[in-house]
């Protein structure tokens, strides 16, 4: 019998596309989510797409929730809860991501784990955000809500308007994330995941003098072959989240490799064109053997 498994995602996106595409040759069924359009009615507890119950669907997956990352994309997660409970596997679980896209519960999380992380205050507080960039000479300010270096914020501790811009952070970001700025010496790696099974290393390489690597902001994917190390340390850090797929973002410093965040949603394009990955086509096999056992 075919399996209808839809996609949640962004419709025209290149990886939600993707994802449809690998559904589509494996069952025959293709349908892209968009959560803007989804409306749940608690009373009947259909979730419901146009005509559509996505509780009457065999799967859904979850590339993405939202374009971008914010509380209100939590909110879209605690619907598909309901098609959980109804029977429908979600992959990854809903619950299980949103632990994900808070970068403080995600930072938490791998703390509380033992793994190595650049040194991070939080803090409501100007005055100790203002102690801690002291600290650290060189900071980045993090919103909570945020992917690809949106909203973040480079400050140096000896620039004459260092306070003026701590202060215009707080104004849009009441809870600061300030994490010591770390070498990354042009490079910082993607290390990708399928239900806890590593399956290949990314780099994200700088192609100008941006203090990020991240692809929005210059950078381009090549192929990297890390060591057992550092694979066992991607695997210790994606393992407390439970994802169907993800990806870890490990810098190499000078001091030692050190973990930023584990990815809610994975790198599917840095797979491919990083390292030759059909990610797409992987994850639709494992969750059709998944719904069908």
Known sequence: MTKRIGVIGTPGKWST??????????TGYRNVIDMADVHLDLQTRALMCGELDLCELDGLVLKKAAETYSPDALDRLEMLRVAEARGVRVFSPAERVIRLMDRLACTVTLSNAGLPMPPTTITENVEEA???????????FKPLFSTKARGMVLLDADAPDAEAQIATFKAANPMMYIQAKADLSGHDLGMVFLNGSYLCTYARVSQNDSWNTTIRSGGKYAPYEPSPELIELGRRAQQPFGLTFTTVDIALTPTGPIVFEVSAFGGYSGALKGCGVDAAALVAEHVISEVSA
């Not at 596309?17 to 494996?26: H, I, M, P, S």
């Not at 203002?130 to 980045?140: E, P, T």
Request: proline share 0%; charged share 25%; hydrophobic share 50%.
């Open 17 to 26: 596309e993707a994802l449809a595409d690998a559904f589509a040759e494996r």
């Open 130 to 140: 203002s102690a801690a960039l002291n600290r650290y000479g060189s900071a980045v």
